[in-house]
Nanobody, 126 residues
Framework: QVQLVQSGGGSVQAGGSLSLSCAAS????????MGWFRQAPGKEREFVAV????????EYSDSAKGRFTVSGGTEKNTVVLQMNSLKPEDTAVYYC???????????????????WGQGTQVTVSP
């Protein structure tokens, strides 16, 4: 099993930057794809970004593409989501998640992730 502990986040003005970290502990030999999701008040959880276990492949949502960067991986025991050019609509609780790679897995589907961090608030003021 893997425990995910998040850090970072906070409040920033529009156009600013924030960095979120997700530290993994437990079965360090297990390889997971690491995803980032967010949930705004009154809205459903949505996919933000994912990096595969080796760090060699990344995918982003349309809203995150060009502004956010995910790096690291479970092999390094941590993943980082760097968020630049933040907008008020980025305001949400952000979650990191670990999922076992497979051919049938959908990286943008929260149901295909097995372990979750506690979440951290990101607030972007206009």
């Amino acid at each position: 099993q893997v425990q995910l502990v998040q850090s970072g986040g906070g409040s920033v003005q529009a156009g600013g930057s924030l960095s979120l970290s997700c530290a993994a502990s437990g079965q360090s030999s297990t390889r997971y794809d690491m995803g980032w999701f967010r949930q705004a008040p009154g809205k459903e959880r949505e996919f933000v970004a994912v990096i595969n276990w080796s760090g060699g492949s990344r995918e982003y949502s349309d809203s995150a593409k060009g502004r956010f960067t995910v790096s690291g991986g479970t092999e390094k025991n941590t993943v980082v989501l760097q968020m630049n050019s933040l907008k008020p609509e980025d305001t949400a609780v952000y979650y990191c998640a670990a999922g076992t790679p497979s051919y049938s897995r959908n990286y943008d589907n929260a149901r295909d992730y097995e372990y979750w961090g506690q979440g951290t608030q990101v607030t972007v003021s206009p």
